[in-house]
């Protein structure tokens, strides 16, 4: 089983594979070291060439840059990504003429929508086509970058940069983040949503009216945050059904996201009708009724109002308790003290707490209950 | 041929087992450790991604306490605060929980920070043993410091102090002798923004901060420490921290959330108790508690370790601090193992009852122990001339396949982050990966045994960490 010859064969071998693993560690780590240095160098030759040559208007594009090494030509290909992504208008005008003359748009569209290419790279070119601001078909975006939800993702950002080149890019972009609902968003998506919905239009609304039953809690969840932080001005108040169809959901998170998502349309009167904050205030799970206290303390009218006080002396979980009283001071708010329920811990926590963070010396504080 | 014929009789063969027993651990590792590089390069590749676009993604971030616990830190508490204050989040509030120092440490921060007491007593249960004094807040920062009673609860008990008291719905536990880099909270927390519901733990990676300067929340230029010591733990840290971490988490045992680096979902931690203050390490501990919690109430929970978020953090640099932290190491696992025994070999816990936990118990608490009988037995059978040429080529092969391994770790560190650019740097901690086999990791086995006498006995102490700080342009 184990001849000292088999032996000696087993050390030689994991002596052979350490010296073998040791060199291959050693060189990959000079040649990564001497690949920064050599791309550092290029990097900053092209950008003191680049910034030389910007605001000539006798430079031949094409001449300079077949004067370039390759890693020249990498180098300035990324300073170019880097520059697009911050300046905007007129001062772009000379990076997107370089791009064009490097071929940059034709090479990330034949990247973007080429089968063999791997989720990263085309990721990489449809990002590359969105800082030039370069659309690309509705229906190649649907045939080759639905792959993944970051495509997806990154397939809506360009829709929303070049929203001009397409036909109902809002709906479109919602389309591409929201999908079957089943995969959620990173926060580049929800970003992208943000930026798609945000104000007269919002049809999220609309896509969530027809499709909000299939999705995931995440999905459900994330979609309601992205409401919560959007104007929906246009929109009619049907157009919120499925919303307060939430309040029915099974998990509290989702009942706590769906109230959370009607911050913003406190001024609707008659969708503020439709809700019943009774029941949502004497919800069984702590995670929704302080989320109520919030939006309440957010429409700040005299219903809300009134229904924070009723729900500071009634709350009976201390954590829940000490919300409702923040809330109830948010809106400067100072109800009579002499209730029976009165949360006096509470109150005179939020009321100190207050004290403390507006600097006043200790010794000249009093009053605080 | 039979294996009494190669070997000097049948004292030599428990050497041979025990041999073989430690290649099963180093082969086990080295599975890991494969697993993990692909994982970490894919990892880094996807980060490498630029979307196009401004981002404003502010809004959709949850809120999170940073809960450092501090005893007898005066001399780096105000650094430490003031590098977790210039933190990359937007929504975050730091809450130091002053667990009874006998120093100076409150008064630090008082006077640094202008803090105000807060005159009211806590309206909530701050469920700790030690009772609760004082509560100070800053007027015009985030910064919130709980002074309390120390007890025996320890460093468990001052986090259970920042869990019950924060009202924020993410909990960040960080040492105080710990420096996280700038962005790395915004790393850590994507897998809550993308499952919110399941989510309820993420851990990012610990690196070794001895003898490396700061600048701006990040590493100015990482070298590789000078004392030995130190550069034993730096090769340690790539292997099972770094890698052998990632590899864990991608076979679903992610059993370990590093007490100086983990984000968690405060409501889940309250859920369970909080932090157990009778056991040594309770970061394990509580991680366990919410795999048990999660399974047994039929919900579906993710915890994720990710590479890229770091935290940089002291490593003793003398042996008899090395020995006490290892010991307790050794012994809360050991705590833990037996705690939750109930759960092995149970289908109904999953991976965690079928992987994970005997992979803990198979390899890292008896392996730790296999591997100190054998260094002992092998060190009186060469002193006694006990065993033949065969039994020396068999110890030859297993020093070599350990090298093997850390040598793979260290591979994936240059194919991957390269925190150590330099060549011969890199040369170095190979160099370390031979002699860890013959010098660090019999220490570590003898710690090993030593921490199982101190669970055997009772002795849960935490011992004395010696802090130097970090470097001279450190910006904390």
Same mark, same amino acid.
């Given at each position: 089983m184990f001849t000292e010859s088999l032996l000696v064969l087993l050390s030689v071998t994991v002596f052979c594979v350490f010296l073998g693993l040791s060199i291959a560690t050693v060189g990959i780590a000079v040649w990564k070291r001497r690949a920064d240095r050599r791309n550092k160098r290029a990097l900053e030759t092209v950008q003191g060439q680049l910034f030389e040559r910007r605001d000539r208007s006798d430079v031949d594009w094409r001449d300079w840059l077949t004067s370039l090494s390759e890693p020249e030509q990498t180098a300035l290909k990324s300073l170019l990504q880097r520059y697009l992504r911050v300046i905007e208008g007129p001062k772009s005008d000379r990076y997107l003429e370089i791009a064009d003359t490097l071929a940059l748009p034709q090479a990330a569209r034949w990247k973007a929508s080429h089968d063999d290419s791997d989720q990263l790279t085309r990721l990489r070119a449809l990002a590359t086509l969105t800082v030039l601001e370069q659309p690309v078909p509705t229906r190649e975006l649907w045939s080759h970058c639905m792959g993944t939800q970051r495509t997806r993702e990154a397939s809506a950002r360009l829709v929303y940069e070049c929203a001009d080149q397409y036909e109902c890019p809002g709906v479109c972009g919602t389309e591409l983040l929201v999908w079957d609902g089943s995969e959620s968003m990173t926060i580049y998506g929800l970003d992208t949503l943000v930026k798609l919905n945000d104000g007269a239009g919002t049809p999220l609304l609309e896509v969530a009216r027809k499709s909000? /039953?299939?999705?995931? %809690?995440?999905? !459900?969840? #994330?979609?309601?945050? @992205?409401?919560?932080?959007? +104007?929906?001005? =246009?929109? %009619?108040?049907?157009?919120?059904?499925?919303?307060?169809?939430?309040?029915?959901? &099974? #998990?509290?998170? @989702? $009942?706590?996201?769906?109230? $959370?998502? !009607?911050? #913003? &349309? /406190?001024? +609707?009167? /008659? !969708?503020? &009708?439709?809700? %019943?904050? =009774?029941? !949502?205030?004497? %919800?069984?799970?702590? &995670?929704? $009724? $302080?989320?109520t206290y919030n939006v309440l303390a957010y429409w700040g009218d005299s219903d809300a109002q009134s229904l924070l006080e009723q729900a500071m002396i009634s709350e009976r979980e201390t954590r829940c308790q000490l919300a409702a009283v923040r809330a109830v001071r948010s809106l400067d708010m100072d109800p009579l003290k002499n209730h029976s329920g009165w949360p006096v811990d509470a109150w005179n926590w939020v009321r100190a707490v207050e004290t403390a963070d507006v600097d006043t010396p200790l010794d000249e504080r009093s009053g605080l209950s | 041929m039979i294996l009494d014929d190669v070997i000097s009789g049948p004292i030599a063969a428990i050497g041979v087992v025990i041999i073989l027993y430690i290649l099963l651990i180093n082969s086990v590792y080295l599975v890991l450790t494969l697993v993990g590089i692909q994982h970490t390069r894919s990892q880094q590749e996807q980060e490498a991604y630029e979307p196009a676009g401004l981002i404003n993604s502010n809004q959709f971030l949850p809120e999170i306490a940073v809960v450092v616990p501090a005893y007898n830190e005066e001399a780096v508490i105000v650094d430490s605060v003031q590098a977790l204050l210039s933190l990359d989040y937007p929504h975050y509030e730091i809450i130091v929980v002053n667990d009874g120092s006998t120093d100076g440490t409150l008064d630090r921060l008082v006077s640094a920070y202008g803090l105000e007491q807060v005159a009211a007593s806590v309206p909530i249960d701050v469920q700790c043993d030690g009772p609760v004094r004082d509560v100070y807040r800053s007027p015009d920062r985030d910064l919130v410091v709980i002074d309390k009673e120390n007890s025996d609860g320890g460093k468990a008990d001052a986090l259970n102090a920042g869990l019950f008291f924060t009202e924020k719905p993410l909990f960040c536990a960080i040492d105080a002798d710990s420096l996280m880099e700038r962005d790395a909270l915004r790393k850590v927390v994507e897998p809550f923004v993308m499952e919110p519901r399941k989510t309820v733990a993420t851990g990012g990676t610990v690196r070794i901060a001895n003898e490396i300067s700061f600048e701006r929340g990040r590493p100015a230029s990482v070298n590789l420490p000078k004392n030995w010591l130190v550069r034993f733990q730096v090769v340690e840290y790539l292997r099972a921290f770094f890698i052998g971490r990632t590899g864990l988490d991608r076979i679903g045992s992610l059993l370990i959330i590093s007490g100086a680096f983990g984000l968690f979902k405060t409501d889940a931690l309250r859920a369970v108790g909080g932090y157990d203050t009778s056991c040594v390490t309770e970061d394990m501990e509580i991680v366990m508690r919410l795999h048990r919690h999660f399974i047994e109430k039929d919900k579906q929970y993710e915890m994720t370790f990710l590479s890229f978020p770091v935290v940089w953090t002291e490593a003793p640099t003398s042996v008899p601090v090395l020995a006490s932290q290892r010991q307790r190491w050794f012994s809360g696992l050991v705590d833990t193992l037996i705690k939750y025994r109930g759960l092995l070999f149970r289908p109904k816990y999953g991976t965690i009852g079928l992987v994970a936990l005997p992979l803990f118990l198979i390899v890292e608490m008896f392996g730790r122990l296999v591997e100190g009988i054998g260094y002992l037995f092998f060190f009186f059978g060469i002193v006694l001339g006990l065993f033949s040429i065969p039994a020396y080529l068999f110890l030859i092969v297993s020093i070599g396949y350990g090298s093997i391994l850390t040598a793979t770790a260290v591979y994936g560190e240059v194919l991957t982050y390269r925190q150590y650019e330099d060549p011969v740097e890199i040369l170095l901690l190979l160099c370390f990966a031979v002699l860890e086999n013959v010098i660090y990791r019999p220490m570590r086995a003898l710690f090993a045994w030593q921490g199982l006498k101190n669970h055997i006995t009772g002795d849960t102490s935490w011992g004395v960490m010696e802090r130097e700080g970090f470097g001279e342009n450190s910006d904390q």
């Open positions: 909000a /039953g299939s999705w995931s %809690d995440a999905v !459900l969840i #994330q979609v309601c945050r @992205v409401l919560e932080h959007i +104007r929906a001005t =246009n929109p %009619d108040d049907a157009s919120f059904d499925w919303l307060i169809a939430l309040f029915e959901h &099974q #998990q509290p998170a @989702v $009942r706590a996201a769906a109230i $959370r998502a !009607l911050k #913003q &349309q /406190g001024w +609707r009167t /008659g !969708l503020r &009708q439709r809700i %019943d904050v =009774n029941a !949502l205030l004497e %919800d069984d799970s702590p &995670q929704v $009724r $302080r989320a | -």
